[in-house]
């Protein structure tokens, strides 16, 4: 399995180079060359496998043996999905709501997000390729080394944080919007006082955040110095892992209700990430009805399912907020561009082409008309596509969006139910948007949870204020209670200045030796 760039297409590279490598230098983001289709008698020889034991049927369908030998690829599976790392033997436990909805739990790990599942694996790739090629080193030569840069809106950085801490010949540098992330997240990030662990707090939003790290891999030198890696879902590793429970929970379904039951998987999500996996597991042939895509106000992807226009700022609104951005409740999705909605598009565009002009190398003309789109998003900060294309789009995702008042009163709702469920804000606008939609009779919607509780204080407790009975302890796990008052260790930059971060980069990286 070789892959290639969005921007590019005639460079193909391997796993371990793209996972190395993370974002293409054309700016692009690397997708598999094709999507392998499942074994024909996956179903049954699937039908019980653990987590960790569909983690390796699924990423061996995507990585050589050549790259990675079966017996190495289960010694990285075993050692990222075990029992000393994550809370509940499931990894991504699949919780019944009703005798319909499903809730699909995935802050068991490290930093309780469900970043966790793929960064943790993507930190022992990480390693297991350094050293591979570092032990075939001769005395005296050069190692070599990684400098990680990441942008987070909260989740990620704690995540690639905590799975790449004390890790040999690698530098992490998290960059996070200063006060724009919880304040748990940010005891999260913070508190990791490694070494090579290095926190930034950039005065500005997320997006800028984002913008100088794709500066920092567009700078051909300053790359090539720092040998930079990438945690964000731009890394393919990241969506290659996250498939996996879309399949985990498919089985846990199967095996208790009726086969012409269809799964409808409604996702929240902000940077296209974890909806994308889903899409992939689509595409390789597991059974589902269109992705549900679940936005709060800041609604880049469902103002694009409704009207074909991908625009930082509604051309049908007459008022924006500074820089595009609105604040809310559920800050991991407060992002004006979706980074991986650009391998979405890639798609659309390869597949419209089969249907319009057949002839050619498709591929490529492919990732012209994507570059054409992403250079028209960065200078006029939008681009409309052609209704064929949309269609595509509409044939397997749907788009709704959530206010912070619909936020609140979800979170009221689901915990004063019945079955009792308390839910972060991130949640609550999957299982809004679940409420809304009005699927056939045998549909089971599984929602996504892709955060504790406990890691949006303000939010859930604002909701639930004058609710009899509720005590926020309840919810707090006992790793939270002290974080707040532990050391901690920052470097605040004082604008989103790609120049600064560029010298905070050179003082205390780890340098080849």
């Known amino acids: ?138 005395p005296g030569e050069e190692r070599e080394t990684l400098t990680v840069v990441g942008a987070t809106s909260g989740d990620t950085g704690s995540a690639a944080i905590y799975g790449l801490r004390g890790k040999p010949d690698v530098s992490i540098f998290i960059l996070h919007p200063k006060g724009r992330v919880s304040p748990v997240q940010e005891a999260q990030m913070t508190t990791v006082t490694d070494e090579n662990v290095h926190n930034l707090a950039v005065k500005g939003t997320f997006d800028d955040c984002q913008d100088i790290v794709k500066a920092l891999f567009a700078d051909t030198a300053f790359n090539a110095k720092h040998h930079l890696g990438a945690v964000n879902s731009i890394n393919w590793a990241r969506i290659l892992a996250q498939t996996v429970y879309y399949f985990l929970s498919y089985f846990a379904v199967r095996r208790t209700l009726p086969s012409d039951a269809e799964l409808q998987f409604i996702v929240p999500t902000g940077n296209f990430g974890d909806i994308l996996a889903g899409y992939y597991a689509k595409r390789m042939g597991l059974p589902m009805a269109k992705l549900v895509i679940a936005t709060n106000a800041n609604d880049i992807l469902t103002r694009f399912w409704k009207t074909g226009r991908y625009e930082k700022v509604d051309s049908d609104s007459s008022s924006a907020a500074v820089g595009g951005v609105v604040e809310t409740l559920s800050p991991a999705m407060d992002i004006l561009v979706s980074s991986n909605f650009e391998r979405l598009l890639w798609y659309l565009a390869f597949e419209n082409l089969q249907n319009t002009s057949p002839r050619g190398v498709l591929r490529e003309k492919a990732c012209q008309t994507v570059k054409g789109w992403m250079d028209d998003v960065k200078s006029i900060g939008r681009v409309v596509v052609p209704d064929t294309v949309l269609e595509l789009a509409r044939r397997d995702f749907t788009a709704e969006r959530v206010d912070d008042k619909q936020i609140r009163q979800t979170i009221r709702d689901y915990y004063t139910s019945t079955q009792s469920y308390t839910a972060d804000p991130h949640t609550a606008v999957g299982l809004h948007v679940a409420g809304v939609l009005s699927p056939p009779p045998n549909t089971i919607q599984i929602i996504l949870s892709t955060a504790h509780p406990a890691k949006f204080s303000e939010a859930v407790t604002s909701a639930l204020d004058g609710v009899p009975g509720f005590d926020f302890n309840s919810v707090l796990p006992e790793a939270f209670k002290t974080l707040l008052m532990m050391e901690r260790r920052v470097i605040e930059v004082e604008r989103p200045d790609v120049e600064l971060v560029k010298g905070i980069v050179e003082q205390f990286a780890v340098v080849s030796v």
């Open 1 to 138: 399995m070789k892959y290639f760039s969005t921007r590019g297409g005639l460079v193909e590279l391997t796993f371990e180079e793209t996972v190395l490598t993370g974002l293409a230098p054309d700016g692009g983001l690397y997708i598999p060359a094709s999507i392998p289709q499942l074994p024909a008698n996956w179903q049954k020889a699937w039908d019980n496998k653990s987590f960790p034991e569909l983690s390796i049927e699924i990423l061996s369908l995507f990585i050589s043996a050549d790259e990675i030998s079966e017996t190495d690829l289960a010694t990285l599976v075993h050692a990222t999905y075990n029992d000393s790392a994550w809370r509940h033997p499931d990894i991504t436990p699949l919780q019944p709501l009703t005798t319909n909805k499903y809730i699909l739990e995935l802050f068991h790990g490290p930093t309780y997000a469900f970043k966790d599942v793929a960064l943790q694996l993507l930190g022992n790739l990480f390693s297991y390729f350094l050293q591979r090629r570092n032990k075939v080193k001769s």
